[in-house]
C-alpha cells in the first residue's frame, strides 16, 4: 500500500470516527413540521413617534424573548431574519391566535393624571386613535365607557420592577395585577398620587388612569385616607379591571416583559399538530431506508464489488450529513428530510462518474489491472464531479439566501447533503476500493471489481453505433413542441399559486370518513365562504385554503368540514400576510432568475460560452416544461414547488455538465479532432456519457420514488416535480443541450 493510500484510509477512519461521536453526542433540532407546534414572524413597523435606531429589532428580539419564556414554553427559539423580521417558533403551542396576541401588543404602560371627563361629541376623536403629534390621545374611555381627557403620561412601564397576578376573594377585588415600582419610580408614583388626592372626593381628577396600549385598564379614585400632597407611599400600586385569571395573567406577563420598542405586525403563522410530525419522521425515515436499499442494490448489481463498496460509502454519506447537521446546529424540517433523501442519489452521481471512467480505462487499455484503471478513474473523473457538484450547491446556495421557513432549511441540507456526497466517494468510496482491488485474488479474478467489463448499456451502443445527433434540429423540434405544450397548460389552465405566494389562509383536517371536495365547497359556500380552494390529500385529508380569515371566520371553516364528518382534526393552520406573500412571489422570480444567471456565468468560465448558452437554454426549458405540468395537473405552485424547481436546476445541469466535460476533453486531447465535424465530436461525447446518465438517472429515480411512496402526503407534490424534473431534466442535457449547442456552433461558422 502506498503512502497516498494509507493517508486516504487514515482520513477516512477519522471522518468517519468524527462523524459517528458527533451524531451520538450532539441531538439535530427539529423544526417545528416535525415536532409540532407553532411559528409565527412578526415584521416591525416603526411610526413617525416611535425610535428607530440600527438596534431597534434586537432590543424588540429581547423583550419578545422576555414573553415567551414567561409563557413557559419549552424551547423556543427567537431569531432575527432579516432587517425588519422575527421568527419566533414555539414548540408544543397550537393556538397561534393567542400566542400572536401576546406577542404582538406593544404593552406601552403608563400612568396620567385625569384632567376631567369629556362631553360625547369628543368620543370621534377617542375612537380615531394617537394622533401623530401625541404619544396618547387626549380623550379615552374608561372601563365603563365614559370619556376621560388625559393629561400627558407621568410615569412609563420603565418605572415598573415586576407585576404580578393576584386573587384576593376576602375583600372582593377578584383577580386584580400588583404592580411594583423601582427607584425614581416610587418618588413619581407618590407624586402622582398626591396630586390627584388634591381634589375633592368624586372629582374625576382624582382618578389615575391606568393606560395600557391606548386602552384604560384601570383608573380607580384616590382613596380618601391619602393626604394632598403625600401621596401613596411603597411604591407599589393595584390594578383593577374585573379579570378573569388569564386576562390578570396575560397584563402581568406583559408588563413584565415591557414594552416593545415599535409596534409589530403578524406576517405568517404556521401551526403543525405534533401527530402529523411524528408521521412526517416516520414517512421520511422509510424513504430513506427503502430507497438507500433500491439505490444500493442497484448499485452492487451493476458494478458488483465496487457497488457493494459505493453502498457502504453511502451509509457513511448519511452518516456524515446528519452528523455536519448536528454539529452546525442547523433545523431539520420536512423539506430538509426530502434534501436528505434525495442526496443519497447524488451521491451515488460521484460512484457512477468514477467507475464508468475506470471501465473506459480498462477498456482503452488491453486489459491494465484493477487498481490503475480505478485510479485513472477516479484522476479523470474529478473534473465533471467538481463542475456537477458546485452547480447543485448553487442552486442550494440561493435556496439559503432567497427562500424563507422550511425551504431555507432544504436549500442548508441539501448543500451538506452535496458536499457530504463528495467526502464519501472521493474520500471514503476511494479508500476502500484501494483496499479491496490490492487483494492478490482479484488480480487474477478483475471480472468481480465490476470495471472489468464495459457494461450493457455501453455494450448495446458499441454493437448499434446510434448516430444520435444526426439531426440535432429534430430533437430541437421535440422540444419546441413540449414547450408548446406546456405554455398551453400555463395559458388555459393557469397556475395555483400557493398562499405563499398569495398570502391568505390555509388548513389541513384530518377527517374521520373521505370527503367529497365538491360537497365541502358546497358547505363552505352556504358557510359564506364561497371562493374557498379545497383539495383532498390523502385518503381521509382535506385541504381548504381561503384568504385572510378571522379566528371567528376560521372556526366557522371548522365547523363546515366538521359538519360532514363525525371528525375533523387540525393538522396544520399556515397564515400569509398579502404583504409577505407579494415579497415572496417577487423573490421566487428573482431566485429563478439568478439561478439561472450564475449557472450562465459558471458555464461559461468553466467552459465556453456557447456551451453554457446552450445549457442554461436547456434549463430554461425544464422550468417552463415543470411549471407546464403543473398548472395542466392543477397542482399548488408554492414555495416547496420552488425548491424542486431550483433543484431540478441543479440537477439538470449536472447532466449537461459531464457531457461538456466529455466534449471538452475530446477536443483538447486528440488532435485528430481539429479536423472532425464539431457534431461528430458532440455526438460520440453523448455517446461515452449516457451508460453514466442512465445509471444516476435510475439510482435518483429509485430515490424520488420512494420519496413518493412512503414520504407522506407533505411530499407527494415534491416528489412528484422531482421526478418530472428528472426525466425532463436528462431528455434536456441530452437532446436538448447537446443538439443546441451543435447548431449555434455551425451557424457561427
Given at each position: 500500500?502506498t ?7 487514515l ?8 462523524s459517528?461521536?458527533v ?8 423544526g ?5 407546534g ?29 414573553r ?5 414554553v ?6 432575527r431574519?432579516g432587517?425588519?423580521r422575527i ?5 408544543g ?11 404582538g ?7 396620567h ?18 394622533r401623530?403629534d ?5 380623550v379615552l ?15 412609563t412601564g ?6 404580578a ?11 386584580h ?12 408614583w ?25 386602552r384604560i ?18 411604591g407599589?400600586?393595584?390594578i ?11 397584563l ?29 419522521i ?16 442497484f448499485?452492487?448489481a451493476?458494478?458488483?464489488?465496487l457497488?457493494?463498496l ?7 454519506y ?6 455536519a447537521?448536528?454539529a ?11 434534501g ?18 475506470a ?9 491494465p489491472t ?9 484522476r479523470?473523473?474529478l ?13 442550494a ?12 432549511g ?15 466517494a472521493?474520500?471514503i468510496t ?5 483496499l ?16 472489468a ?21 429534430r430533437?430541437?423540434a421535440?422540444?419546441?413542441a413540449a414547450?408548446v ?15 405563499e405566494?398569495?398570502?391568505?389562509r ?22 359564506g365562504f ?6 383532498t ?19 366557522a ?10 371528525r375533523?382534526?387540525?393538522?396544520r ?16 422570480l428573482?431566485?429563478l ?7 450562465l ?7 465556453r460560452?456557447?456551451?453554457?448558452t446552450a445549457a442554461?437554454a ?6 417552463v416544461?415543470?411549471v ?8 399548488p ?19 449537461s455538465?459531464?457531457?461538456f466535460?466529455?466534449l471538452?476533453e475530446l477536443?483538447r486531447?486528440?488532435?485528430k ?8 465530436i458532440?455526438?460520440r461525447?453523448?455517446?461515452?456519457t ?12 429509485l430515490?424520488l420514488?420512494?420519496?413518493a411512496?412512503?414520504?407522506?402526503d407533505s411530499?407527494t407534490d ?18 436538448t ?5 451543435v ?7
Open positions: 500500500m503512502r497516498a493510500q494509507r493517508i486516504r484510509g482520513l477516512a477512519l477519522a471522518i468517519v470516527a468524527l459517528l461521536y451524531a451520538m453526542s450532539v441531538p439535530v433540532h427539529l417545528l413540521d416535525l415536532r409540532g407553532t411559528q409565527i414572524v412578526l415584521e416591525t413597523r416603526p411610526t413617525a413617534d416611535d425610535d428607530d435606531g440600527p438596534d431597534t429589532v434586537d432590543r424588540t428580539v429581547e423583550v419578545l424573548r422576555g415567551v419564556d414567561a409563557l413557559g419549552a424551547e423556543p427559539t427567537i431569531v431574519s432587517s425588519d421568527v419566533v417558533e414555539l414548540p403551542v397550537q393556538d397561534p391566535a393567542e400566542a400572536a396576541e401576546v406577542l401588543r406593544t404593552a406601552r404602560l403608563s400612568f393624571h385625569v384632567l376631567g371627563t369629556a362631553p360625547d361629541a369628543d368620543a370621534t376623536e377617542a375612537a380615531a386613535g394617537p401623530p401625541q404619544s396618547r390621545p387626549p374611555p374608561d372601563e365603563s365607557g365614559q370619556l376621560l381627557r388625559l393629561d400627558a403620561a407621568v410615569m420603565k418605572d415598573v420592577e415586576k407585576a397576578a393576584r386573587f384576593d376573594a376576602q375583600s372582593g377585588a377578584g383577580w395585577v400588583t404592580v411594583e415600582f423601582k427607584d425614581a419610580g416610587r418618588d413619581r407618590a407624586a402622582l398620587t398626591g396630586e390627584a388626592a388634591c381634589r375633592p372626593a368624586g372629582d374625576p381628577a382624582r382618578r389615575v388612569a391606568i393606560v395600557l396600549d391606548d385598564v384601570s383608573s380607580p379614585q384616590v382613596d380618601p385616607s391619602v393626604r394632598c400632597g403625600a401621596g401613596i407611599g411603597g407599589s400600586t393595584q383593577n379591571g374585573a379579570f378573569d385569571d388569564g386576562e390578570a395573567r396575560e402581568a406577563l406583559l408588563v413584565n416583559g415591557g414594552a416593545l420598542p415599535v409596534p409589530v405586525e403578524t406576517v405568517e403563522e404556521r401551526t403543525v399538530g405534533p401527530t402529523l410530525g411524528a408521521q412526517a416516520t414517512a421520511s425515515v422509510w424513504a430513506a431506508a427503502v430507497g438507500s436499499t433500491l439505490t444500493a442494490l448499485v452492487i451493476v458494478y458488483r464489488l457497488g457493494a459505493a453502498a457502504v460509502a453511502l451509509l457513511c448519511g452518516l456524515i450529513s446528519y452528523a447537521l448536528a452546525l446546529g442547523a433545523t431539520l424540517t420536512l423539506p430538509g428530510l426530502a436528505f433523501v434525495l442526496a443519497i442519489g447524488m451521491a451515488v452521481d460521484a460512484n457512477v462518474l468514477v467507475f464508468e471512467r471501465r473506459e480505462e480498462y477498456a482503452a487499455h488491453h486489459r484493477p487498481r490503475s484503471a480505478l485510479a485513472a478513474g477516479f479523470n473523473a473534473s465533471a464531479i467538481a463542475d456537477s457538484n458546485i452547480t447543485t450547491l448553487i442552486a446556495g440561493l435556496l439559503f439566501l432567497l427562500a424563507s421557513g422550511p425551504v431555507r432544504f436549500g442548508v441540507t441539501l448543500g451538506i447533503g452535496v458536499l457530504a456526497s463528495m467526502v464519501s472521493l474520500v476511494r479508500a476502500l476500493a484501494d479491496a482491488v490490492s487483494r492478490p485474488g482479484l488480480r487474477r479474478r478483475p471480472h468481480l471489481t465490476g470495471i467489463h464495459t457494461g450493457a448499456v455501453r455494450d448495446r451502443l458499441a454493437r448499434g453505433n446510434p448516430r444520435l445527433l444526426r439531426h440535432p434540429r430533437w430541437l421535440a422540444s419546441a414547450l405544450l406546456a405554455g398551453a397548460g400555463i395559458a388555459l389552465r393557469g397556475l395555483d399559486f400557493g398562499i405566494f398569495t398570502g391568505g390555509q388548513v389541513e383536517y384530518a377527517t374521520a370518513t373521505p370527503v367529497d371536495p365538491d360537497r365541502a365547497r358546497a358547505a363552505l359556500a352556504d358557510a364561497p371562493h374557498a380552494v379545497v383539495q390529500s390523502g385518503e381521509n385529508r382535506l385541504t381548504v385554503r381561503t384568504g385572510q380569515l378571522t379566528t371567528a371566520q376560521a372556526n371553516v371548522g365547523t363546515a368540514v366538521g359538519d360532514l364528518t363525525s375533523a382534526d387540525e393538522l393552520d399556515e397564515t400569509i400576510g398579502p404583504s409577505l406573500g407579494k415579497e415572496l412571489r417577487r423573490g421566487a428573482i431566485a432568475a439568478v439561478a439561472l444567471g450564475a449557472q456565468v459558471y458555464l461559461a468560465v468553466r467552459f460560452l456557447l456551451l453554457g442554461v436547456a434549463l430554461a426549458h425544464d422550468v416544461i415543470l407546464g405540468v403543473f398548472a395542466w395537473l392543477g397542482k405552485v408554492d414555495g416547496v414547488f420552488l425548491a424542486a424547481l431550483l433543484t431540478v436546476i441543479g440537477y439538470s445541469v449536472n447532466d455538465v459531464v457531457v466535460d466529455r471538452r477536443t486531447h486528440a488532435d479532432e481539429r479536423e472532425t465535424p464539431f457534431r461528430d458532440a455526438g461525447a453523448l455517446q461515452q449516457l451508460p453514466r446518465t442512465v445509471n444516476t438517472g435510475t439510482g435518483a429515480a430515490i420514488t420512494a420519496l411512496g412512503f414520504g407522506g411530499l415534491f416528489a412528484l416535480a422531482l421526478l418530472i424534473g428528472l426525466a425532463v431534466g436528462t431528455y434536456s442535457s441530452m437532446f443541450a447537446t443538439p443546441l449547442a447548431v449555434l456552433q455551425e451557424r457561427r461558422r
